[in-house]
Each structure stands twice: as structure tokens, then as C-alpha cells.
């Protein structure tokens, strides 16, 4: 037989399993960490410095117009800076505009991002005006202020406070934080007063102030009735979703062996523990399933080469 019989199947045999080898899939990380999840959301935050919800009934028709109003509203991020507020409201006061707040001061703002979220607003040396009652302020403040704060993993934190004496249609008034405070007018109206409410939950802020729920009768400028709420500095949050979780701690740095490659001897004693120590590094580089499959085929490979040798050699020796 012709020396090149088997030399060539051999030859192409051991190619094969060389290619094998270089060609298989790289083992998947299967040892310590997971995936990170996306990035937390950032939070919100939302301040204003007067909210107004009223309905006026105008005398001479017998209809109810709606009020509704809202001084400074931001939503993060943003700031807002303004002294007056006018409101027009058909058929009252001989259609010209309600003055409902002025003020020296009343700022709001609101920041967040993917750490914290933060709220507040601001009022100082304020007048509250409903339509029929002009010349009569339904409330004066010194300086009222609200502030919420949400931050990633923390207890969210709402504050209020009532700075200085406050006059109800006239009337000088202490307020409590016990309950609400009621200040009654004959012949004019009666307005609940709710100072500092405050609330929060595990994600969320907020709070007021001052809440006023108004009802009057001024008999004036065509108005009969005047029901609603008044919010004054409002403030709320809600907490970011933070941060994604740290990855966790990566392989450590070889040992510097000075160029010489590290040995430690085994011996038979070690048999199962050198077999625990094998699992183990192979679960933290990772082997794939199919990793011992290629190795088998790349072994089956290589040993039909040396028998195809082998063969050759016979051959050439007969």
C-alpha cells in the first residue's frame, strides 16, 4: 500500500482536533455575582405656594362659578418666584379681578435626582382674599413654610411651620397644633383652620403649612356664597428608587511569584480534598457544559490519529 494512505487521514485527523480545541465555545461564568438591575428612577418632588378650590355663588343668578387657582406650582426641577396673584371670576365684583394673595415674599422650589428629592416653599407677610369681602382679608400671615425631603433608603421627612400671629377675617387668632382651629364671624362666616398637617409612608412626604376650609357669606358685590379649601406652602416627595446594587468583588490580583510559576506538591493523602479544590475552581472560572464534551471528542480525535500512525508505520515496514 502507498505510504500516503493513511498519512493523510492522520494528518487531517489531528488538524481536525486541533481546530476542535480552538474553536470551542469559552467557558460562561457561572461562579459569584449576578446581573445588575438598571439604575433606580429618580425621585419627584412638587411644591406650591397657595392652592385655591373654591366655588362662589353669585347672588343675582343663583349659579356657582368654580375658583380654582394655584400660585408658584414647580414640579423638580424647577424653582418659582412670585408676589401677586389675580383671578377673574365672571360675574363677581363687577367682573373686575379678585386679588386673592399678596405677598413680600413667596418663592417655591423642587429638586430631585437618583439620590434624593427635595421640596419647599415659602410665604411672607401674606393677605388672602375671597371674591365678596375685598376690603376684609380671610387670612394674614407673618411667614408660613413646608419642606419634604425623600431621600434613597431613608425615612422621608415632612416639616411645616407657622411663624408669627395670623388674623382670620379680622381676627387675631393662636393657632394649635392640636386640632383645627375654628374662628367664626357673625354675619360673615366661619373658616377652619388645620396648621402644620403633615403626613408620611415608607417612599413619600408631605406637607402643609396651613389648610383653611372656608365658608362665607359675604352679601356683597353680587356674591352670596363662598365655600372651599385654601392651601397654603404645600411641599411632597417620593423617594428615588436609588442606586443599583454594587457588583460584587472581582478576582483577586495574582501574587507577584517573581517570575516563577507557583507548584505546590500533592500527595494521596489530599485525594478529596484536591477534588473539592478542582469543583471549586471550576465554579468560579466558570466551565460550560459542553466543555467536557469537546475535550472528549478532541481526545477520540487525537488517539484515531496515533492509530492511523501507527498503521502507517506497519505499512512502511512490511
Known sequence: MNRNTFRTPAAALLAAGAVALLTAPPAAATGGGSASRAGGGEGKAGAVVLRA????????????????????????????????LTVAVDGAEEGKPVSVLRADAATSKATADGQRAVAEANLAHARVHVPGLPALALIEVEKVTSKAVCEAGKKPQADANVFGAATVLGKRVTLSAGGPTKVEIPGVGLVDLELSAKETTSTTAAAAALRLKVSVNPLNLNVAQVDGEIVLAESRCESPAGPPPSAGPGPRPAADTGGQPDIKPQTGASGTGSSIAAEANLAETGAGSLTPYVAGGALVLLGTGAVALVLTRRSRTR
Open 53 to 84: 378650590g373654591l366655588d362662589v355663588g353669585l347672588l343675582n343668578k343663583a349659579v356657582h362659578v368654580p375658583l380654582k387657582t394655584t400660585l408658584n406650582e414647580v414640579s423638580a426641577p424647577a424653582t418659582a418666584e412670585k408676589t401677586a
